[in-house]
């Protein structure tokens, strides 16, 4: 069993930063990609970023050059760093784990709120 814990939501002015982080437990090894995706009130919830094993990533066009998820294996953390941001960018904020064999593991969501 893999378990996710996000952290690092919360209200920032829009042009400011916010860092998230996703705590993976359990069964790690199991683990070959890991992202952030959001779901604003009364959206479909949609892709923000992922980043495996390779340390490929992947951004969603409208957060590119403003985003950046990275990962710690060592902690089997994945972060991301959101700068710049707008009120757009408001929602519940998901981290996901893909694992071996085809199996996702989602976490309870932080809220983040972006003010203009």
């Known amino acids: 069993q893999v378990r996710l814990v996000e952290s690092g939501g919360g209200l920032v002015q829009a042009g400011g930063s916010l860092r998230l982080s996703c705590v993976a437990s359990g069964s790690t090894a199991s683990i070959w990609r890991m992202g952030w995706f959001r779901q604003a009130p009364g959206k479909q919830r949609e892709l923000v970023a992922t980043?495996?094993?390779?340390?490929?990533?992947n951004y969603a066009d409208s957060v590119k050059g403003r985003f950046t998820i990275s990962r710690n294996r060592a902690r089997d953390t994945v972060y991301l760093q959101m700068s710049n941001v707008k009120p757009e960018d408001t929602a519940v904020y998901y981290c996901?784990?893909?694992?071996?064999?085809?199996?996702?593991?989602w976490g309870q969501g932080t809220q983040v709120t972006v003010s203009s």
């Open positions: 996901k784990a893909e694992l071996k064999p085809a199996r996702d593991v």
């Open positions: 980043i495996d094993i390779t340390t490929s990533t």
